[in-house]
């Protein structure tokens, strides 16, 4: 029997590869989206996508066909070639469905790829169906088979691409989905044209489908239509992946926000510690655990000693980088079960569980402390640092959170009272002394504006003359109820609470007043002594502070003396020689207080622009009876005098103490042997009295 022989048009034969191709393309981006989404939005995908990928199947296997021409007239079916192209939509759904699923194993992979090959088959075999040949056109048997197995196997492998692909959408992901459908495009390119070659049109076959739709229009409307659907298909599907790229950024970015914002409410910003909201509750946690539990937890409330004058003198910046310090190493002494918090300023609070008795309470402190007096390095600076700590356990020392931490900081500012440095339990007792503490801060903090305060006078007596050469200002604050508050005991706590700047600074103003008064009056001319605290010598314009006081109140800067301590000026020792030029400069008298006591640096003492050298108390007490201490004022006087200055010596109470300073050349002196610090009235008194004395003598 013959056949008919036919020809390719190339030109559409290539068209057919490409859109196969890109059929292929959009149907892996197609499978990405449909996998990515969920509920309407996912079906959506499922029908649009099922219906461009269909469409790309068919009309490359149309274009195929309308590349092939016979030497008789062609036309096709348009119920059939309707019917193709259902099965190439719903094979493409099928494909779609399956890719889609969460996880697919190699069983129902192959099963899948199976079924889909056959509905390829199909739509290949129903649209050459769509010919009406007549004879019926003959298929070889093998090459037959052949086109079924391709299109299976590529069933499968284009499933299993898909499924491997579909939930990557990184620039190598893409090239590799562009790879993967010139794969594809070819394998089923492979499976169209092998099932061309399958069929045979005997001679003098004629096509039945009269009316049908011819193949010049057809190739114009598959061409165009087919390549249109994919593109819109393709963009559309690139556009929503980057909108739901864009979405799932701005959700992301959205969920960071939340939970930097929820990390920053319960956090504190300077140490990233837990701060008192997120601290608190879990101290309420603690207690509902114990509560049910029956065993303990201690709370202890930590406060740095001297953190107040370090950032005072060297700055909030160091100040803070010292907080970090001490919070990382907080952190490292504690059991992973124990909580630290910063509750504000260098107060920071740990709450242990699981503490069965004050020993084990008490263990946790002394590793504590223990890691802190440890020297911490700061801006290549070592620091040592000391804390009070004070412990409340539950439920012995309370019940509730509040009466747990008001208890530990009570606890605290007595350990504060015992000289720094150790812990303290909590005691019914303390209770009293928080509240006696508390009133006096409040009582402090009003006490300068009610003008509670008042300087008392002492006078510097010459040692060998016995003539009054001038006079300390000792602050003093007189109480509405309890009088007269030792300076020991409001003073510290003016440290602590941030008042000793504006309280010095009226003491400095009124010195100077009432000295310029008692002159204008009449009185000798006489020096009188102020004392600067560390915060106001660390002060960036102290030198103009101190000039404009003395303008504003018309007293000479001679008849000015101040007294630092060796502390404040050895603990920056190049920035003190610095203030200390400039305050001597404008002719202002500069007296070291409590010489001996403090870091006794000879090598920087002769650096300073200093005049006065006073010997603290502690070595005069006993000086007439106790030979180190004679020894040590006999080195510090001969010290003073080869660096000429002078030297004072406070507190000499006795005749004999005063007759021992005299052996040693000892300049002035002030004590109770000549007088005690005076009121205003009493030392203007005293001062008239000791002129006319002088006078008599």
């Known amino acids: 029997m013959s056949f008919l022989t036919g020809i390719y048009d190339h030109q559409l034969v290539g068209l057919s590869i490409l859109v196969a191709m890109m059929a292929s393309y959009t149907a892996l981006n197609l499978a990405a989206r ?6 309407k939005v996912s079906t959506f995908w499922l029908a649009g996508g099922a219906i461009a990928m269909g469409v790309g199947i068919w009309s490359m296997h149309f274009i195929g066909m309308l590349a092939f021409s016979l030497p008789i007239r062609m036309s096709y079916d348009l119920g059939l070639t309707f019917l193709s192209l259902l099965f190439a939509v719903m094979v493409s759904a099928f494909a779609l469905f399956i890719v889609s699923r969460k996880t697919v194993g190699i069983a129902r992979l192959v099963l899948a790829g199976t079924l889909m090959g056959f509905g390829i088959c199909g739509m290949h075999y129903t649209g050459m169906a769509a010919m009406r040949m007549s004879p019926a056109i003959q298929y070889d048997p093998l090459l037959f088979l052949a086109s079924v197995a391709i299109a299976i196997s590529a069933s499968i492998v284009a499933l299993w691409i898909a499924f491997t692909l579909r939930a990557d959408d990184s620039m190598l992901a893409n090239l590799k989905k562009g790879g993967s459908a010139v794969v594809m495009g070819l394998a089923i390119t492979a499976m169209h044209y092998t099932g061309m070659a399958a069929a045979s049109f005997p001679t003098g076959s004629f096509c039945m489908a009269a009316g049908g739709v011819e193949s010049g229009w057809l190739a114009l409307s598959v061409g165009v239509g087919s390549l249109s659907v994919l593109s819109i298909a393709l963009m559309l599907a690139v556009l929503d992946s980057r909108i739901a790229q864009r979405t799932a950024g701005l959700v992301k970015s959205l969920s960071d926000a939340n939970q930097q914002l929820h990390h920053q409410a319960l956090h504190d910003a300077l140490t990233q510690l837990p701060n008192r909201s997120l601290l608190e509750d879990r101290i309420c946690q603690a ?46 002494s504690l059991r992973n079960t ?25 263990q946790i402190a002394q590793n504590i402390l223990s890691a802190l007096t440890l020297p911490v390095e700061v801006d290549g600076q070592e620091q040592n640092v000391l804390a009070s700590l004070g412990i409340s356990l539950y439920p012995e020392d309370g019940g509730t959170l509040r009466e747990l931490m008001s208890n530990a900081d009570s606890a605290m500012y007595h350990a504060k009272r015992m000289g720094r440095g150790n812990y303290q339990f909590f005691t019914p007792e303390m209770n009293a002394a928080a509240s006696a503490r508390l009133a006096l801060e409040k009582a402090l903090r009003r006490a300068l504006d009610q003008r509670e305060f008042e300087l008392h006078y002492q006078p510097k007596v010459d040692v060998k003359s016995g003539q009054v050469l001038g006079m300390e200002a000792l602050l003093r604050w007189r109480h509405p109820e309890r009088g007269l508050v030792p300076p020991a005991e409001f003073i510290p706590l003016a440290e602590e609470i941030g008042l000793i700047g504006p309280i010095g600074a009226w003491v400095l103003e009124t010195a ?29 314009n102290l030198p103009e502070f101190v000039a404009g006081v003395l303008k504003d109140v018309g007293l000479d800067a001679s008849c000015l003396e101040l007294e630092v301590t060796e502390s404040v ?20 008298h500069i007296s070291i207080d409590d010489f001996g006591t403090g870091y006794s640096s000879l090598s920087y003492l002769k650096q300073f622009r200093l005049d006065t050298l006073k010997i603290d108390r502690s070595f005069v007490r006993d000086i007439s009876s106790d030979a180190d201490d004679a020894a040590i004022v006999r080195s510090v006087i001969a010290l003073a005098h080869s660096l000429r200055l002078g030297v004072i010596a406070e507190g000499v109470e006795t005749s004999e103490q005063l007759a021992f300073l005299e052996s040693l050349d000892c300049d002035e002196y002030q004590g109770y042997l000549r007088s005690k610090p005076l009121s205003v009235p009493d030392f203007e008194a005293f001062l008239r009295d000791a002129i006319g004395a002088e006078a008599a003598v």
């Open 512 to 540: 100077c007043r009432q000295n310029r008064d008692w002159q204008q009056q009449g009185l000798p001319k006489l020096r009188v002594a102020v004392n600067l605290s560390a915060v106001q010598f660390r002060q960036q």
């Open 34 to 39: 449909v996998s990515a989404t969920e509920g």
């Open 569 to 588: 000026v050895m603990h920056n020792a190049k920035e003190a020689a610095q203030i200390l030029e400039k305050l001597h400069a404008q002719g202002i």
């Open 338 to 362: 124990d909580t630290v918090a910063r509750i504000g300023g260098d107060e920071f609070v740990v709450l242990a569980g699981d503490i069965l008795n004050p020993q084990a309470a008490a």
């Open 287 to 332: 207690i509902a655990a114990s509560s049910r539990s029956g065993r303990g937890f201690a709370l202890m409330f930590l406060d740095l000693d001297r953190f107040k004058t370090i950032n005072d003198s060297l700055g909030h910046h160091y100040g803070d980088k010292l907080l970090q310090a001490v919070a990382a190493r907080l952190s490292a």
